[in-house]
Nanobody, 122 residues
Framework: QVQLVESGGGLVQAGGSLRLSCAASGRTFSTYAMAWIRQAPGKEREFVAAISRSGGTTYYNDSVKGRFTISRDNAKNTLYLQLNSLKPEDTAVYYC???????????????WGQGTQVTVSS
């Protein structure tokens, strides 16, 4: 069992930045590939970024490539998402999720956090 708790969301103006964190507890964090998934109001969940167990491989949705950076610190059992150059269309609840192997998709994860709200004003 893995427990995931996100933090760092908030309200920011377009062009601003935020850093999301996802603290993991329970089974060994480094055992899992991790991902950030987001869901905007009235829309389906959307893949944002993923990172392999060691951190050596990362995937990004084309819509965030060059603006967002996923990273992890296995010693601190924490996943991060740096969000730069934010746009109003980035407004969503952001979830962290875990599974054994890295994939570029928004489904099929074994564990999910409760989500953190990111709101970008124009």
């Amino acid at each position: 069992q893995v427990q995931l708790v996100e933090s760092g969301g908030g309200l920011v103006q377009a062009g601003g930045s935020l850093r999301l964190s996802c603290a993991a507890s329970g089974r060994t964090f480094s055992t899992y590939a991790m991902a950030w998934i987001r869901q905007a109001p009235g829309k389906e969940r959307e893949f944002v970024a993923a990172i392999s167990r060691s951190g050596g491989t990362t995937y990004y949705n084309d819509s965030v490539k060059g603006r967002f950076t996923i990273s992890r610190d296995n010693a601190k059992n924490t996943l991060y998402l740096q969000l730069n150059s934010l746009k109003p269309e980035d407004t969503a609840v952001y979830y962290c999720a875990a599974r054994l192997y890295i994939v570029r998709q928004s489904t099929g994860y074994d564990y999910w956090g409760q989500g953190t709200q990111v709101t970008v004003s124009s």
